[in-house]
Each structure stands twice: as structure tokens, then as C-alpha cells.
């Protein structure tokens, strides 16, 4: 039933893709370094869905960044590599944070 839940509410465009939400982030320690709405030491995911709204490959791109970490882009703090986060999970992650609003 959770998972036809959270279908349905996705249709209405109201949360993210099953089986990738904040607890996901949580887990995974997304959310040490980042929350929704607001920096924190990252940027907010609104933040970055803003950004790459429009750009087909983004969620590969940040999929990728996720597990093997990056810089330059959101200022001289370096995001560290995740590599405990598995290829799928990145993927669930990255479709969630693009869709923060």
C-alpha cells in the first residue's frame, strides 16, 4: 500500500520518486552536509534542482558525484566521494534532490 501511496502522490507532482526520500538521504548522510531548503555546508537541494532543471543529464551527473564526490561548483568546499552509496541508490538519491522544491 506505501508504495502504491507514494506512486499516486507523485503523479500529483506533491513527492518524490518511492523508495528515495529523506530517509534515504538520511541514512546515507546526505543530510550532514545538506538540507532541503537551506545550506548547510552544501548547497540546498532546492538549490541544486533549480540548477539543473531542464538538463537531461543531471541525474546521472549528480548520481556520479554523489559516489565519487566533486568541487568547483557550489564554492571551494569539496563534496567528499560516497562510495559507500551503492550505483542504485545514487541514481533514487539524485531523481529525489531534483525534484526538492
Same mark, same amino acid.
Given at each position: 500500500? &506505501?508504495?502504491?501511496? =507514494?506512486?499516486?502522490?507523485?503523479?500529483?507532482?506533491?513527492?518524490? $520518486? @518511492? /523508495?528515495? +526520500?529523506? %530517509?534515504?538521504?538520511?541514512? &546515507?548522510?546526505?543530510? =550532514?552536509?545538506?538540507?532541503?531548503?537551506?545550506?548547510?555546508?552544501? $548547497? @540546498? /537541494?532546492? +538549490?541544486? %534542482?533549480?540548477?539543473?532543471?531542464?538538463?537531461?543529464?543531471?541525474?546521472?551527473?549528480?548520481?556520479?558525484?554523489?559516489?565519487?564526490?566533486?568541487?568547483?561548483?557550489?564554492g571551494p568546499v569539496p563534496?567528499?566521494?560516497?562510495?559507500?552509496?551503492?550505483?542504485?541508490?545514487?541514481?533514487?538519491?539524485?531523481?529525489?534532490?531534483?525534484?526538492?522544491?
Amino acid at each position: 500500500m &506505501k508504495r502504491l501511496l =507514494s506512486f499516486a502522490v507523485l503523479g500529483l507532482g506533491l513527492a518524490a $520518486p @518511492a /523508495f528515495a +526520500d529523506l %530517509a534515504l538521504a538520511t541514512s &546515507k548522510n546526505c543530510m =550532514s552536509c545538506h538540507a532541503v531548503d537551506r545550506k548547510v555546508l552544501g $548547497p @540546498a /537541494f532546492k +538549490d541544486v %534542482a533549480a540548477k539543473y532543471k531542464g538538463n537531461a543529464g543531471a541525474a546521472d551527473m549528480l548520481a556520479a558525484k554523489i559516489i565519487k564526490g566533486g568541487s568547483g561548483v557550489w564554492g571551494p568546499v569539496p563534496m567528499p566521494a560516497n562510495t559507500q552509496v551503492s550505483e542504485a541508490d545514487a541514481k533514487k538519491l539524485a531523481a529525489w534532490v531534483l525534484l526538492a522544491r
